[in-house]
């Protein structure tokens, strides 16, 4: 039991990160996008997000929460290591959620300043989230080389989540908007093609412990599936988004769920890379787990409580499913 | 201001004081709008559906401070206090866990459906919604509150190595000064949020006499904030004789009382003299602190030179203790003056609203004093006996915490001026325009 509950909660962690980056990732793509829509446009991709944004959020607390309760060790140094994008992304998160309230209590110039604050934060927001990613991948190194990848994590995050907050729209709006919205996921998907693939050949090169990891014949071969499936993934939404301009046949859903699919496989790839690190080459995820009586007691919680919490989410996204037709606030 | 561990520490203290004002507020705001809600659908009164839609407005904004808050605290725990969690994280994490786990999720959901599902759910769906949202709330102090409450008396740990576990964790949870930190906190969101309410009600009558949906929240408001008002002074004066029992020296730091003494005077007001360590220009009362303390005029309290060195600074703890006593006493006073005012429907005369409209961010402020009392007081120990503030502090460097400092100082400072134009704009437009 003392072996496994460590290995329970690196995948509780991995589960939250991962319904952190889908779920946020599209509010905050959203967010991004706002620039390139027009005023009306606005309201209607604001109140596509609005049911959700808050509870999305919250999957970064759990994410940090079991970071913090389960593998405090590594916490400290994680968090120690990134302090000063993690200060940038927290800023970020702020503007927006802040500015996301008061934006719809604000008229004339005040609404501008707090559209453009939401935008602000969204971007920073999600910038911040990959280069604090690029870092944690390398270990924390510093040097330029470092400095650069990270950036390129940073933009290729947020072509992600363009990816998903476009698609989102897809699902959610109509019209005018939604043929913006197919044009949007196309430009995020080539941009996430562009930041997977060279990601996927930097990784390699500036981490000798993930080079090992896949380029061990014949397990290469294996591996080979993972961005194989990607591609493949990424060729079916494309041509989706192009079908999806001539009809409207219920699957608006299904951009979406291929973007997900995407991050799912990007995902799997990390956790394969970072296996059995918490912090790579420092600190395995058993060096770094809490006392085995802590995690007793977490676990009895999770298991209580996550059905819960997974059921009452799927109960919001059906009370606010299908199309957005209202504004907020009535 | 180049030592670390103060900088880590302005650091923290700015952003949880900022984030406590938000939840002091929400805790309470959230079962005034159960009571909102349960009167619309009993009476179908559109005047209750207004009032309800308003202050789930002020609900609403203020929850958002509060979650934007609460993520950067979840992170600086890492960031500013490493041992913290390397040393007590046994104990610690589960309880942030579970905070996590049984309330934050709960009410960012339920928060949805209140704010835009009131059309896509039945009446019933959308009453229970505002109902988990409010038990959110209050679960969500109790798991923080178990945790401060263990950070200031803590029992039920033992030592492993060189981890603190829970031997117990009912009395982890339940220590010596939970009971009364609890009912004090939640009595404390009651008035906070009843003068916010008063305060903006006034606000709004005193620009639209005749908004009856003000009129009735200013004597709802009241009407709580009678009753809690002297009940904290009960609850209050209980919780102190429990800290004298288990911290003395955070007592005798809020009393100024230097050396151990029968016969206590109260000091009422005086500038405490560190380094002669006694007080200038006090003003007392002969025998009032031994009859509040020991309930005995002859009663031994111990001061401050019994727990030398390590004990907390008295200034801020002596002036902080009375501004919060201060702001209770003018708490009960405007609360049950004003519940005399305008009973049976009488309605206030202006200066009465603007005492009340003055009064409005009372709450807040007496919340917070108490924050700086018992956080302070706990000093020198981030966990009384067990970790010392100055060996939780991490590796972050001065120019790090100084620059991030005032990072999050420009951020927290715009925040809060957006905040205060958009909540007293939101209050004088009123419910029903």
Redesign the interface.
């Known amino acids: 039991m003392n072996e496994i509950l460590p290995l329970v909660f690196f995948v509780v962690m991995g589960i939250a990160v991962l319904a952190y980056v889908v779920l946020d990732g599209y509010d905050l793509g959203v967010g991004m996008l706002m620039p390139a829509a027009t005023e009306d446009e606005q309201s209607i991709m604001v109140a596509s997000i609005g049911p959700f944004w808050d509870a999305n959020e919250t999957w970064l607390v759990l994410g940090v929460g079991v970071l913090l309760s389960a593998f405090p060790h590594a916490h400290g140094i994680v968090l120690g290591a990134l302090y000063m994008p993690v200060v940038a992304m927290l800023v970020g998160l702020m503007l927006r959620g802040v500015a996301f309230e008061l934006r719809m209590k604000a008229h004339g110039w005040h609404r501008g300043l707090w559209n453009w604050l939401f935008w602000v934060g969204s971007f920073s927001a999600s910038f911040f989230q990959g280069t604090m990613l690029g870092y944690y991948i390398t270990g924390f190194e510093s040097g330029v080389g470092y400095f650069l990848f990270s950036l390129m994590v940073g933009a290729s995050l947020c072509g992600g989540y363009v990816l998903l907050g476009a698609t989102w729209l897809i699902y959610k709006t109509e019209g005018a908007l939604r043929a913006k919205a197919l044009a949007w996921a196309r430009w995020g998907l080539l941009w996430v093609a562009l930041g997977v693939a060279l990601v996927s050949l930097a990784t390699p090169a500036v981490s000798a412990t993930v080079r090992e990891k896949w380029f061990d014949f014949p397990r290469t071969l294996w591996l080979m599936l993972l961005p194989a499936a990607t591609v493949a993934i990424g060729a079916r939404l494309w041509f989706l988004t192009r079908a999806l301009e001539k009809s409207n046949a219920g699957r608006d859903l299904m951009p979406y769920g291929l973007a997900v699919a995407i991050f799912t496989l990007a995902f799997l790839g990390l956790a394969y890379s970072l296996y059995p690190y918490v912090v790579i080459d420092r600190m395995t995820i058993w060096q770094a787990a809490t006392h085995p009586s802590g995690l007793k007691v977490l676990f009895i919680g999770a298991v209580i409580v996550l059905p819960f919490i997974v059921g009452y989410t799927i109960l919001s996204y059906r009370i606010f499913g299908g199309k957005v037709r209202e504004r907020l606030y009535d | 201001m180049d030592d670390p561990v103060l900088l880590a520490r302005a650091q923290f203290g700015l952003n949880i004081g900022f984030h406590i004002m938000f939840p002091a507020l929400t805790i309470a705001l959230a079962w005034f709008l159960v009571g909102f809600r349960v009167a619309y659908q009993r009476t179908r009164d559109k005047r209750w559906l207004a009032t309800y839609k308003l202050w789930l ?1 002020v609900f ?2 203020s ?3 509060g ?6 605290m ?2 600086q ?3 500013n206090w ?2 913290f ?2 040393k007590v ?6 309880l ?3 905070e ?3 309330a ?3 009410e ?6 209140m ?3 009131m ?3 039945p009446d019933w769906v959308h009453v229970v919604s505002t109902f988990f949202v409010a038990g959110g709330t209050t679960l969500s102090a109790f798991w923080i509150l178990a945790l401060n409450s263990w950070m200031q008396t803590p029992t039920g740990q033992v030592l ?1 190595g060189t ?1 603190w ?2 031997a117990d ?1 009912l009395q982890v949870i339940f220590t010596p000064s939970f009971p009364y930190r609890m009912t004090h906190m939640l009595i404390a969101s009651g008035l906070t949020a009843s003068f916010v309410i008063v305060g903006l009600s006034a606000w709004r009558l005193l620009r639209a006499a005749s908004d009856e949906s003000a009129a009735r929240t200013l004597r709802a408001g009241l009407l709580v904030a009678a009753i809690l008002a002297p009940v904290q002074l009960f609850v209050g004066d209980q919780h102190g004789l429990n800290t004298l029992e288990h911290q003395p020296a955070k007592i005798a730091s809020m009393e100024a009382l230097w050396h151990t003494t029968r016969e206590m005077p109260l000091v009422l007001i005086a500038i405490p003299n560190e380094a002669e360590r006694r007080n200038d220009y006090a003003i007392e009362i002969p025998y009032a602190g031994s009859l509040i303390l020991k309930h005995s005029i002859e009663g031994e309290v111990k001061g401050v030179e019994a727990f030398e060195p390590d004990r907390p600074p008295v200034a801020p703890l002596f002036f902080a203790f009375r501004v919060m006593v201060g702001l209770g006493m003018l708490m009960i006073a405007l609360s049950w003056y004003g519940s005399w005012a305008t009973r049976k429907g009488r309605s206030a005369p202006r200066w009465l609203l603007w005492a009340f409209s003055a009064a409005t961010f009372s709450g807040w402020i007496a919340t917070l004093s108490g924050w700086l009392v018992t956080e302070i007081g706990r000093q020198p120990w981030l966990v009384t006996g067990i970790l010392r503030t100055k060996d939780a502090a ?3 460097t001065g120019a ?1 915490l100084g ?2 400092l005032t ?2 100082l420009l ?1 927290y400072a715009g ?1 809060f001026v ?2 205060m134009v ?1 909540l007293t ?2 209050a004088g437009k009123g419910a029903e325009s």
Do not use: C
């Not at chain 2, 960012?108 to 459906?113: H, N, P, R, Y």
């Open positions: 407005k609403a904004l929850f958002a401070m979650v934007v808050s609460g993520i950067t979840s992170f725990f890492g960031t490493p041992n969690m390397n994280g046994a104990i610690a994490g589960p942030l866990a579970y996590v786990l049984t934050f999720f709960l960012a959901t339920f928060l949805g459906i704010l835009f599902g059309n896509r759910v492993d981890q576990i829970a964790w991490g590796e972050a790090q620059s991030s990072f999050y951020t925040l957006a905040y958009v704009h939101m």
